[in-house]
């Protein structure tokens, strides 16, 4: 039987009513094979909101939740402690001072004359306009 030909059957048939019996009936079976079904479909039955959010299959969530649990606990356990580092003020030792300068010597004698190497000049930590100009100013008379 083609489409087309079963299109044209079913606007031959005539609509009849379904019998008044049969609902309860049938709603009565479906009740009894899920019975916590129609609680949950009902409003106002009382039911708070988040068991009609986990009420498809609650032990998944439950599991999912625990899954979550562990993955956070072992997140936390195997967190590495945080290290400070301790910074001292000490003077440096002097054999640490004698080869400082001994390396600033053999890398004067590399790149040229120990002459040429000027020593590192010292920070002034004051503004430019707090600092004194050091030119002088010569009236003529």
């Not at 600033?104 to 503004?127: C, H, I, M, N």
Request: proline share 10%.
């Amino acid at each position: 039987m083609k489409p087309d030909e079963f299109e044209q059957r079913l606007r031959r048939q005539t609509l009849r009513e379904i019998p008044a019996g049969w609902r309860p009936e049938i709603l009565r079976i479906a009740g009894a094979a899920c019975p916590g079904a129609s609680l949950n479909r009902q409003r106002g039955s009382g039911v708070p909101w988040w068991r009609e959010l986990l009420w498809p299959c609650p032990q998944a969530w439950v599991g999912l939740a625990a899954v979550w649990v562990v993955i956070l606990m072992l997140n936390l356990a195997l967190r590495e402690p945080v290290h400070v580092a301790k910074t001292s003020n000490a003077v440096p030792a002097p054999e640490i001072l004698i080869a400082l300068r001994e390396h600033r010597r053999l890398l004067a004698e590399l790149v040229g004359s120990p002459t040429d190497v000027e020593p590192p000049k010292r920070f002034d930590a004051r503004r430019r306009g707090e600092i004194s100009n050091p030119t002088l100013a010569v009236r003529f008379a």
